[in-house]
């Protein structure tokens, strides 16, 4: 299985999940490389690199658009192609240079869309339908990002398949009660991330006793920072100071290892996910929180509503404090409800683990190769 995908160390979303996927299809028993997508302004690679003492999956970098002809050939050196498709991350305007990747393949192509744009520019659609027309098998990471690629795109649905994100599963590790209650948001941070309505929200509970804590984790977006620097943590950390929260909201902008990451996640009683999109069909983070067996309060973009339909979690309105803070409450007072969204999240989370979706990954590729499996409906 050739991956083609930005990968560590670059800091990104897709950069981890590639890393964890292909790490557990390599346990499933897949031989795996990566064709590694780097922006032309990455400084955390050098132009080339010593693939003799490469501590990492790289068997190729793809550094420009100049340079798709010899991605290509280095892809087409493995059985089947793994695509981790996102506009941003491949050259060209809308990541086009996709499109002459795939036409110089010889081999199947399997594409995994992290996103499925709502209402698409005539060329984001174009990239689209002629991606999924070139792929032998599609995968979304929700029913929710499936219906939307089959309704509002001429593609072909038979190849369309739902696999989850993926989530680590290890078993939770007995948490040392605190002294108050812990609510946690994780991720790179940026506008749109909606943590200036979570903290409103947070102004709205200081009668609690004890009062609960929000801790926000996360480094701002590499492309933020580059775009507008520190605004948006300087504009979180004036609300705080104005609301006088200072000792009930924490900020670590760090980009974490995944084990401390996943130690903090452990000791959250509550994850919060106040996201201003209203269109995200697929968040690693919610993956992730449903995984641990977190209760969950998110808005109302429609993963969330998928996931969390069955009692893991809680779906408030966007940009809304109130109805966060309402929802907030009930969770930290209502005797039960957060052992019994906890319990739902654990119900459905094993099928949420890298185990599982990694398993689902290969025999797609052993189908589009044309060995015998069950593929997954």
């Known amino acids: 299985m050739g991956f083609i995908s930005t990968y560590p160390p670059t800091q990104c979303g897709i950069a981890t999940f590639s890393h964890s996927l292909i790490r557990h299809a390599v346990q499933a028993g897949a031989i795996a490389g990566v064709i590694?997508?780097?922006?032309?302004?990455?400084?955390?690679?050098?132009?080339?690199?010593?693939?003799?003492?490469?501590?990492?999956?790289?068997?190729?970098?793809w550094r420009g658009q100049a340079r798709?002809?010899?991605?290509?050939?280095?892809?087409?050196?493995?059985?089947?192609?793994?695509?981790?498709?996102?506009?941003?991350?491949?050259?060209?305007?809308?990541?086009?240079?996709?499109?002459?990747?795939?036409?110089d393949l010889e081999i199947p192509v399997i594409t995994a869309?992290?996103?499925?744009?709502?209402?698409?520019?005539?060329?984001q659609r174009l990239i689209m339908e002629r991606l999924v027309m070139r792929s032998d098998a599609v995968v979304t990471m929700s029913r929710a990002a499936r219906s939307r690629l089959v309704a509002g795109y001429d593609v072909d649905a038979e190849k369309v398949n739902v696999i989850p994100h993926g989530a680590p599963s290890n078993a939770l590790r007995l948490v040392v009660p605190a002294d108050r209650p812990r609510i946690l948001t994780w991720g790179l941070l940026g506008p749109g991330k909606g943590v200036e309505w979570a903290i409103a929200a947070m102004g709205e509970l200081t009668d609690l006793r004890p009062r609960p804590h929000y801790a926000v984790v996360g480094q701002t977006h590499p492309r933020v920072l580059e775009r507008d620097g520190t605004a948006y943590e300087d504009m979180l950390g004036s609300i705080v100071d104005d609301l006088g929260l200072g000792e009930d909201v924490s900020f670590d902008?760090?980009?974490?290892?995944a084990p401390t990451l996943r130690r903090i996640v452990e000791s959250a009683d509550i994850v919060l996910l106040p996201y201003d999109s209203v269109d995200q069909v697929t968040s690693g983070v919610l993956i992730e929180a449903v995984a641990a067996g977190k209760p969950v309060v998110a808005t109302r973009f429609p993963h969330a509503v998928e996931l969390l339909a069955s009692g893991a979690g809680i779906t408030v309105?966007?940009?809304?404090?109130?109805?966060?803070?309402?929802?907030?409450?009930?969770?930290?007072?209502?005797?039960?409800l957060m052992q019994r969204m906890s319990a739902e999240a654990s119900r459905i989370a094993p099928d949420l683990h890298w185990s599982t979706v990694a398993s689902r990954y290969v025999d797609l590729a052993d189908l589009a190769i044309g060995l015998p499996v069950t593929v997954q409906p």
């Open 68 to 103: 798709t002809a010899a991605a290509a050939r280095a892809v087409n050196d493995f059985d089947v192609a793994v695509i981790q498709h996102e506009y941003g991350i491949y050259p060209g305007t809308d990541g086009v240079a996709i499109l002459d990747l795939v036409s």
């Open 113 to 123: 869309l992290h996103t499925v744009v709502e209402h698409p520019t005539p060329q």
């Open 36 to 61: 590694r997508v780097i922006d032309e302004d990455d400084a955390t690679m050098p132009d080339t690199i010593d693939l003799s003492r490469a501590v990492t999956d790289v068997v190729h970098e």
């Open 317 to 336: 309105p966007q940009r809304d404090p109130l109805a966060m803070a309402a929802a907030l409450r009930r969770v930290l007072t209502e005797p039960g």
């Open 253 to 257: 902008h760090r980009y974490l290892d």
